[in-house]
C-alpha cells in the first residue's frame, strides 16, 4: 500500500511539473505576442508596412479550370495591400513592374522589406518533373530563404506532379481551382506537405481525408480578366550562367 501511494504521489508531482512549465511558457507567448502586436500597431502609425508573404503558392487545375484567373486575382489582394511591393511576371499583368526574362532575375530582383513578388504562369513549362535533376541548386537555395529575402512566388500547373520535384517540395500552399459558368470559380487551399503527402497515397479514402487550410471563391469580372491576357503564348526563361546540376 505505501509504494502504491508512493507511485501516486509521484505521478501528481510529475504532471504538476509539466502543468507549471506549460503555464510559464503560456505567459511568456503571451507576454511576447503583446508586444509583437505593440510593434506592429506602431509601425502602421507610423506608416511602415511590412512585406509578411513569403513561400511558394501553386495554383493547379484542368485547362479553362481559373487557374491563372485566381492567381491574377491574388495578385490584386497583394497589389492593393502591399502597394509598395514589386510585381515580376512572365506574362501580361496589368500592375508588373517588369517581365521575367531570365532565371537569374529570381535570384537578381529585390525590394528590400517592401517586398518582391514572383508570378509564373505554367511553371511547369520551366521546371518540369521530367528535369528534376537538373534543377539549379542556386536557385533551390535562393527559394529556401524567400521569407529573409521578403519574396514570395505565385505559380499555376495544370497538373502538380508535372512540377520538378525540388520544386514541388518547397510548396507552401496548393490551391485546387475548379470554375462553373465560366465565370464562378472556387478555390480549395491545402498546406504543402499535406498535399505531397497526398498525391503519394493509393488509397482514396487517406486522399479525401486531407485537411483543408481554408476554402473561397469569386467572380469573374471583366475587369479581373482585363488585369491579363488569358490566350497568351508563354515563353521559356532564358537561362544564361545556369548549368545542368551534376550528379
Request: aromatic share 14%.
Amino acid at each position: 500500500m505505501y509504494y502504491i501511494y508512493m507511485f501516486i504521489v509521484f505521478i501528481c508531482v510529475l504532471k504538476f511539473g509539466k502543468i507549471k512549465l506549460f503555464l510559464i511558457h503560456l505567459c511568456q507567448f503571451l507576454k511576447y505576442k503583446w508586444l509583437d502586436i505593440k510593434l506592429s500597431a506602431a509601425e502602421r502609425r507610423a506608416g511602415v508596412q511590412r512585406f509578411n508573404e513569403f513561400g511558394l503558392h501553386m495554383y493547379v487545375g484542368r485547362q479553362g479550370g481559373g487557374k491563372t484567373v485566381s492567381m491574377v486575382n491574388r495578385l490584386n489582394e497583394l497589389h492593393k495591400q502591399y502597394p509598395k511591393a514589386m510585381i515580376f511576371t512572365n506574362f501580361y499583368y496589368r500592375y508588373a513592374d517588369g517581365r521575367l526574362k531570365s532565371l537569374n532575375d529570381l535570384m537578381r530582383l529585390r525590394n528590400g522589406t517592401d517586398g518582391v513578388i514572383f508570378a509564373f504562369d505554367e511553371i511547369q513549362n520551366e521546371f518540369s518533373s521530367q528535369r528534376s535533376k537538373d534543377f539549379p541548386e542556386y536557385l533551390l537555395s535562393a527559394i529556401t530563404m524567400q521569407r529573409k529575402q521578403c519574396v514570395t512566388i505565385l505559380s499555376t500547373s495544370q497538373v502538380f506532379t508535372r512540377v520538378s520535384k525540388p520544386l514541388r517540395e518547397q510548396c507552401y500552399e496548393v490551391i485546387e481551382c475548379r470554375t462553373f459558368g465560366g465565370r464562378w470559380t472556387r478555390n480549395r487551399c491545402y498546406d504543402g506537405d499535406d498535399y505531397n503527402y497526398m498525391i503519394d497515397q493509393t488509397d482514396p479514402k487517406k486522399k479525401f481525408k486531407t485537411p483543408r487550410k481554408y476554402k473561397c471563391s469569386f467572380i469573374q469580372s471583366d475587369e479581373l480578366r482585363n488585369c491579363y491576357n488569358t490566350y497568351e503564348v508563354i515563353q521559356r526563361l532564358a537561362r544564361d550562367g545556369f548549368a545542368p546540376k551534376r550528379v
